[in-house]
T-cell receptor
Framework: ELKVEQNPLFLSMQEGKNYTIYCNYS?????LYWYRQDPGKSLESLFV?????AVKQEGRLMASLDTKARLSTLHITAAVHDLSATYFC????????????FGKGTRLHILP | DSGVTQTPKHLITATGQRVTLRCSPR?????VYWYQQSLDQGLQFLIQ???????AKGNILERFSAQQFPDLHSELNLSSLELGDSALYFC????????????FGPGTRLTVT
């Protein structure tokens, strides 16, 4: 059964610093998603990673995928307060007997 | 605005009752996904429909059912409701096969009393 582990679960950081959120998963995957959720709001799609070595960047956020290590990272560069939110990874497994599984989310608090 | 609409926004009902949540996908999107978000269970994938047919099933209880209609809107039916069914229910749509990016609706907050 697919397991997804996201860490850290909570991150408080200063503006201007860099940090990385990790998403480990336990089985082969077709797709890996990163989402952002603001308090009381819906989910916003950030990235969809489809293949080994995929790297996508949008503004201060960059996501990468290593399917051999079963690891995806979401890197935040020079954080700004507006990036405060909860970030989720979700894994869509290759095995059709498994199902999409979300990480528990990383609550990111960026201090001005 | 993602282009995905969900109704109602809020729903309060009693245990044992049945409710229907509705989702209209973005124009052109063939896939609809349903998710549940609760404090206890986190985010869980319930079910996916693609062009009217069930494509993938997640943690959907037997008391729950869904369908996608010819106009591609989808409904999630929840019956014999229990207190533990209180949650946010999101639907998302995607044009699978190209980017697989999912666009989420605003959600329906269900409270079972």
């Amino acid at each position: 059964e697919l397991k997804v582990e996201q860490n850290p679960l909570f991150l408080s950081m200063q503006e201007g610093k860099n940090y990385t959120i990790y998403c480990n998963y336990s089985t082969t995957s077709d797709r890996l998603y990163w989402y952002r959720q603001d308090p009381g709001k819906s989910l916003e799609s950030l990235f969809v990673l489809l293949s080994n070595g995929a790297v996508k960047q949008e503004g201060r956020l960059m996501a990468s995928l290593d399917t051999k290590a079963r690891l995806s990272t979401l890197h935040i560069t020079a954080a700004v307060h507006d990036l405060s939110a909860t970030y989720f990874c979700a894994v869509d497994p290759s095995n059709r007997d498994d199902k999409i599984i979300f990480g528990k989310g990383t609550r990111l608090h960026i201090l001005p | 605005d993602s282009g995905v609409t969900q109704t109602p926004k809020h729903l309060i009902t009693a245990t044992g009752q049945r409710v229907t949540l509705r989702c209209s996908p973005r124009s052109g999107d063939l896939s609809v996904y349903w998710y549940q978000q609760s404090l206890d269970q986190g985010l869980q994938f319930l079910i996916q429909y693609y062009n009217g047919e069930e494509r993938a099933k997640g943690n959907i209880l037997e008391r729950f059912s869904a369908q996608q209609f010819p106009d591609l809107h989808s409904e999630l039916n929840l019956s014999s409701l229990e207190l533990g069914d209180s949650a946010l229910y999101f639907c998302a749509s995607a044009y699978d096969g190209i980017t697989y990016e999912q666009y989420f609706g605003p959600g329906t907050r269900l409270t079972v009393t």
